[in-house]
């Protein structure tokens, strides 16, 4: 089965489609063919080649991906820092703190999560930073990478 690159208007990779969706984005005329394959595809009133890269006419914003919430991810995140000390641990030596505790309805979730070390983790208890007399050393949020 051939596979068609399909760019942005901008010439940026997006997705890698089907030869089929690809002729019917050609015949729609949504998309230019920037290579072909040798490859043909005739039918009753047309002949064309297999397209092996296509461009969109028009430019289609792309949405930030998601990255998904996960103990390496927040130790990237953190770089491998505990959020209150800033000590730098291995990532088995980390534990992650709830700003916001659970107990007190802390959600499991990028805007609410710290990498923390053993010792600053006992100290905060299930308090917020700002009870337990701590600060953090970044604001938590969702990373993009």
Known sequence: MEW???????????KVVT????IVMVTLEKVEVIEEYDRMIRGVR?????????????FIKRNSPIVK?????LYVRDRGKCQYCGTPFEHKE???DHVLPRSRGGQTEWTNVVTCCTAC???????????????LIR???APIW
């Open 139 to 141: 604001k938590p949020r």
């Open 19 to 22: 030869w089929k969706k690809a």
């Open 4 to 14: 068609t690159l399909l760019l942005n208007s901008t010439f940026e990779p997006l």
């Open 69 to 73: 919430f996960s103990r390496q991810n």
């Open 94 to 96: 980390l534990t992650y």
């Open 121 to 135: 983790n006992l100290k905060k208890g299930g308090r917020t930073p700002e009870e337990a007399g701590m600060l």
């Open 46 to 58: 047309f002949s064309l080649r297999l397209p092996a890269v296509i461009r969109l006419n028009r």
